[in-house]
């Protein structure tokens, strides 16, 4: 099997929106998925348009570079501006934080480099040890555990990490239970519950009486995920499952996570234009404080008060109560080669997806 063909075939796609059409619901729902690369699916082969009116599909807060603080990027700025080599990827690189983005700092003669991983990072802090590095490290659990396992082998005295990383799975069930995400069913991301598992969402069936399913990436994936969910939520029951059973296990990648585990510790955790969310960041234990860059260089906790930009509706676009193209500055102001708010900085933003495919309100 080549994973692509099948999955992209337009008759199984086909069959299935005619399943869909068949299943029985007493009223409109509304299905959340959590994932940039989703949306993007979603949004390239048009499958709102082939969903029964009464199922909505909504985008979540699953797009790294979007929750990333703005404070945290202006952390990362006064680094930069102090001389430090920031590295960091280039998408959040774009981010801008309350002033400006690394780009931007960068083009005022801030010191920053633009990397693909944590190990291009290092690289660079031992080719030249009288050089103070710094990783901004941002991601969910599919780039945390890379990054734990660099800080155990024990990286050069130069270099450290300005920790972003957040976890998915507290953030929705939390998200859900405090009514902030409304929702029928959840599209849980392939590729981070790889690695959480999905014993990770099970809180959500069982507590809260939310389906889940793990989903791939291609046409045919969202669509069978949306069946699988959508048939549950008409049988009234709510099970995690799998539909993604080529990647995904119950348990997850155990050694990523007990990787992650030997160096980060959960805590509660900003998430841009949303807040804190309980237990859904990752922070450096305390054996390993020589590598967080915000003690090593003494920053300070920051006040997450006002770090959207004015008229940026990206939280509620995050939160799936708005369209991209419900937000004033969308396509006007906010463009992808232009980006104002962080979701049409990143591939993964909802708003750049929505305009890079030209959806007009
Ligand atoms: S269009 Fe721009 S300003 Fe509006 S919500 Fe999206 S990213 Fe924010």
Not at 61 to 86: F, M, N, R, S
Not at 158 to 185: C, Q, T, W
């Amino acid at each position: 099997m080549s994973f692509l063909k099948e999955f992209r075939n337009r008759e199984l796609a086909e069959a299935l929106v005619r399943k869909l059409r068949d299943i029985p619901l007493r009223k409109p729902i509304k299905i959340c998925h959590v994932c940039g690369t989703h949306e993007w699916t979603i949004v390239h082969y048009g499958l709102r348009s082939l969903l029964p009116a009464n199922i909505e599909l909504i985008a979540g807060p699953g797009c790294p570079v979007c929750i990333t603080p703005a404070l945290d990027i202006d952390q990362a700025a006064e680094l930069a501006l102090q001389g430090k080599i920031v590295t960091v990827f280039g998408d959040v690189s774009r981010s801008i934080g309350t002033k400006y983005s690394l780009e931007a700092v960068r083009s005022e003669g801030g010191s920053v480099k633009i990397v693909y991983s944590i190990i291009d990072a290092i690289k660079i802090a031992k080719s030249d040890q009288s050089k103070e590095v710094v990783f901004f490290a941002v991601g969910f659990e599919t780039t945390a555990p890379i990054t734990a396992l660099y800080i155990l082998r024990t990286p050069p005295k130069n270099f450290s990490i300005l920790n972003s990383h957040r976890y998915v799975p507290p953030a929705v069930i939390n998200l859900y239970s405090r009514g902030k995400l409304e929702m029928d069913g959840v599209i849980a991301p392939g590729h981070a519950t790889t690695i959480s598992g999905l014993k990770a969402y099970e809180p959500l069936a069982k507590e809260y009486g939310i389906p889940v399913v793990a989903s791939g990436f291609e046409p045919v994936d969202v669509l069978m995920s949306i069946f699988m969910l959508v048939k549950q939520i008409s049988e009234g029951k709510a099970e995690v499952l799998n539909q993604y059973s080529r990647s995904v296990t119950w348990e997850g990648n155990v050694k990523a996570m007990q990787t992650i585990g030997r160096v980060f510790e959960l805590t509660d955790a900003h998430w841009r234009g949303i807040g804190k969310i309980d237990h859904s960041g990752f922070v450096l234990k305390d054996e390993f404080k020589d590598y967080d860059a915000r003690y090593k260089y003494g920053l300070k906790n920051v006040d997450y008060a006002s770090e959207m930009h004015p008229g940026c509706r990206c939280a509620e676009v995050m939160l799936g109560r708005i369209k991209p193209t419900q937000c004033p500055l969308y396509m006007k102001t906010c463009k992808p080669n232009k980006p104002i708010g962080p979701c049409m900085v990143s591939v993964e933003g909802a708003c750049r997806i929505w305009a890079t495919h030209m959806l007009l309100p």
